[in-house]
């Protein structure tokens, strides 16, 4: 579902008049790069330190396990990053550029 979305929205951004993001006036058509890991860690990591100096924002997998290795890629590599279906503390602390959409999963197991 994720990869689906991520095509989606860009495919929507490039679409004519607006053909990718404004910068200074000057039209930036956006590129995805999506590289397959299998859901194995490891293998999301490489791909993460792979893909992190080429790039300048990382979407990451749908999972905290998966995303962290994407966040310290980006951390690493001074990028922003999108973590949308992270909730573990660890993909954002100390990453100023790591964002997420859900809440901590610590803060379920808050009391009201």
Do not use: W
């Not at 590129?31 to 490891?42: F, M, Q, W």
């Not at 999108?82 to 809440?103: C, H, I, M, T, W």
Request: net charge neutral.
């Amino acid at each position: 579902i994720y990869q689906r979305t991520y095509e989606l929205v860009i495919d929507q951004i490039n679409l004519f008049p607006k053909c990718g993001i404004n910068i200074q006036g000057k039209s930036h058509p956006l590129r995805l790069n999506i590289v397959g890991a299998d859901s194995d860690p490891e293998k999301t990591s490489a791909s993460s330190q792979f893909l992190a100096p080429q790039s300048d924002v990382m979407l990451s997998p749908y999972s905290s396990g998966l995303a962290y290795h994407v966040s310290v890629a980006a951390h690493e590599n001074n990028m922003l990053m999108f973590a949308n279906g992270a909730v573990r503390r660890d993909v954002f602390e100390d990453k100023n550029a790591s964002f997420g959409v859900l809440p901590s999963g610590y803060s379920y197991m808050k009391q009201i």
